[in-house]
């Protein structure tokens, strides 16, 4: 009796730091800070982090009407966003690409197809941006699913959104012509009612720009979507264009110029220029913008829970929790019906959409969601007006 007396273990419980424990079991974590009505973050349900913006100060036009010195910043417009821990970077460049048809050309296929495609023309109307989000995460390699499929996303939203058309991104060309002193001097047709005809004749040929966005995420705590399509939003509202134009000898030619050799490639005798100066500022549809809020839904678990005393979680029927702006990766990987919503500060809305996964959306959590980023596109709104 003595030995086994003696042999006896006794089991003292282990306790861990909250850190480590969101490690160790993120869901077991989160469970038990929504059982005491908080979150990881120590935010409340249906809280949003503060947000921050800072426009303009990464592009070559940082002052209204006026080009920085620095001539070998390509940026147009740019935007630093602050979502709590999070950065987002997002810089808007450019290029002027020539359409292979004049403008007043009509295509009668093409116009037959568009007969027959009347659902997709009112799309057509508008212009798309070509973004590229990162994700930094201290290492390099090749793009990572999410971000490819963020950026696939914003691409889609900006040209089915209707935010940017494409007589926005037409580019007014000038000529730059010499005067008998020497001096140079560039004249656009859209605003000199005396040019030449000569001048006017480059209305046949057809240039515009496109738009690139690089969007840039420092210190991701959560999703990322939402930060990204407001940041790209508020860089795009600050952008603006170049004004472009060409030598005077250009409206003289009369055919193209071969060069002799195997590829019999076509060179042209001159090129299109952007003014380091002047500029004009980017047309988007505003009644088309909108801000983009994200929400997750999640049931409690009773046998998670931290005290089961007072209450009798097994037997009483919980409700779903609707959080806004998840954060912190155990909300991240235990979450799995989330809602995103872009609406703009009227509230009218532009898009949801809502992924299921383990919890019940229901139509009253729905309809708080979008009473909440109602109110969260009032806000964003507000930041960028001006400051009296």
């Keep these: ?207 515009s720009y496109v738009l690139y966005a690089k969007i840039v995420v420092f210190s991701r705590t959560g999703p990322v979507f939402d930060l990204c399509w407001n940041s790209l939003l508020y860089a795009l509202q600050d952008t603006r264009l170049p004004r472009a134009f060409i030598d005077e000898r250009a409206t003289d030619l009369k055919m193209t110029i071969r060069t002799r050799g195997r590829s019999a490639s076509v060179r042209e005798t001159y090129e299109i220029l952007c003014d380091p100066k002047r500029s004009i500022p980017l047309k988007i549809s505003r009644e088309s913008v909108g801000y983009a809020s994200s929400f997750g839904v999640i049931d409690l678990d009773p046998e998670m829970a931290l005290d089961q005393e007072d209450h009798d979680m097994e037997k009483e029927e919980r409700q779903p929790i609707l959080l806004a702006d998840l954060d912190t990766e155990a909300e991240e990987a235990c979450i799995q019906s989330t809602i995103c919503i872009i609406t703009d500060s009227n509230g009218n809305l532009k898009n949801i959409d809502i992924l299921g996964g383990g919890a019940r959306v229901t139509p009253a959590i729905l309809r708080r969601a979008i009473n909440l980023a109602q109110l969260r596109a009032r806000n964003l709104e507000f930041l960028t007006a001006p400051e009296v």
């Excluded at 006896?8 to 490690?23: I, M, N, S, Y």
């Excluded at 908080?38 to 935010?43: A, F, G, H, T």
């Excluded at 592009?59 to 935007?79: I, M």
């Design 1 to 207: 009796m003595a030995s086994s007396e003696a042999d006896t273990v006794e089991v003292h419980p282990v306790t861990f730091p909250p850190q480590v424990l969101a490690r160790i079991s993120p869901e077991l974590s989160l469970q038990r800070h929504l059982s005491l009505g908080i979150r990881p973050s120590l935010k409340r349900f249906e809280e949003f982090r503060d947000v921050h913006i800072d426009q303009n100060t990464l592009s070559r036009y940082k002052l209204e009407n006026a080009a920085s010195e620095d001539s070998t910043n390509s940026v147009l417009g740019s935007n630093v966003l602050k979502s709590g821990k999070t950065f987002v970077i997002t810089s808007i460049t450019g290029g002027i690409v020539e359409e292979t048809l004049p403008v007043e050309t009509e295509d009668p296929g093409e116009q037959e197809l568009e007969d027959l495609t009347k659902g997709r023309d009112e799309i057509s109307k508008f212009a798309p941006v070509y973004p590229l989000v990162e994700v930094e995460r201290g290492r390099v390699g090749a793009p990572t699913d999410e971000e490819m499929t963020i950026s696939q996303k914003l691409h889609d939203y900006v040209l089915h959104s209707g935010l940017i058309p494409k007589s926005s991104l037409k580019v007014q060309c000038g000529v730059r012509t010499t005067e008998k002193s020497g001096e140079a001097k560039v004249l656009y047709p859209d605003e000199d009612v005396d040019v030449s005809t000569s001048i006017r004749t480059l209305s046949q040929r057809k240039w």
